[in-house]
């Protein structure tokens, strides 16, 4: 079957430019995940989700920085007035449900280079 | 707060070589442990996870991994390391699979 895809798989846009970046995860998981992992370091996690709402958004760096996910499948992650800090590859992963042992799947990610 | 140190950046072991790669957590309570891998283009996979029981746990790809409460260590390895292993390797701890926090990654080489 299918696993996560993320698009796109790679972005480049200009510092200051708005930016969204997408997750379908692996149809029947309810729970969404997004991390950052910059160059050399391990993924970051930024929020997840329990069907459409975010359970946990602790790990986003700041108010530039939202995800949606409205119907409880596709999830987007958007970026508004980027900064060149703002540049990674940005993971999405999905699970049965939260909170507990199932696996989380992860997708190939979206590399992010702000110029 | 929950913290992962992998204390080796970069390790080279030959084919066939045994490996073993360092694990180090901080956590209060019990911990979720987790491996993953990461080849060139491909997403985090995971190797194995231990969340209680037997503290020698089996995963894919002939890994295994030991929870030692005592040292705060999940070291993983591997009797015989084969070319298609070398990647970059993730060790993450939590209270569950929602709140993992991961290490900086160990990158393997594998030398013919």
């Known amino acids: 079957g299918a696993g996560v895809s993320q698009t796109p798989s790679n972005k480049v846009t200009e510092k200051g430019k708005y930016v969204e970046l997408r997750c379908d995860p692996i149809?029947?998981?309810?729970?969404l995940y997004w991390y950052r992992q910059s160059l050399g370091q391990g993924p970051e996690f930024l929020i997840y989700?329990?069907?459409?709402?975010?359970?946990?958004d602790s790990g986003l760096p700041n108010d530039r920085f939202f995800a949606v996910r409205p119907e409880g499948s596709v999830s987007t992650l958007k970026i508004q007035r980027t900064e060149r800090g703002d540049s990674a590859v940005y993971l999405c992963?999905?699970?049965?449900?939260?909170?507990?042992?199932?696996?989380?799947?992860f997708g190939p990610g979206t590399r992010l280079t702000v110029l | 707060a929950q913290s992962v140190t992998q204390p080796d950046i970069h390790i080279t072991v030959s084919e066939g070589a045994s490996l073993e790669l360092r694990c180090n957590y901080s956590y209060g309570a019990t911990p979720y442990l987790f491996w993953y891998v990461q080849s060139p283009g491909q997403g985090l996979q995971l190797l194995l996870k231990y969340f209680s029981g037997d503290t020698l746990v089996q995963g894919i790809k002939g890994f295994e991994a030991e929870f030692k409460r005592s040292q705060s260590s999940f070291n993983l390895r591997k009797p015989s390391v084969h070319w298609s292993d070398a990647a970059e390797y993730f060790c993450a701890v939590g209270p569950n699979n929602n709140d993992m926090r991961f290490g900086a990654g160990t990158r393997l080489t594998v030398k013919p």
């Open positions: 149809s029947g998981h309810t729970a």
């Open positions: 989700f329990q069907g459409t709402g975010a359970a946990d």
């Open positions: 992963a999905s699970s049965l449900a939260a909170g507990g042992t199932d696996e989380q799947f």
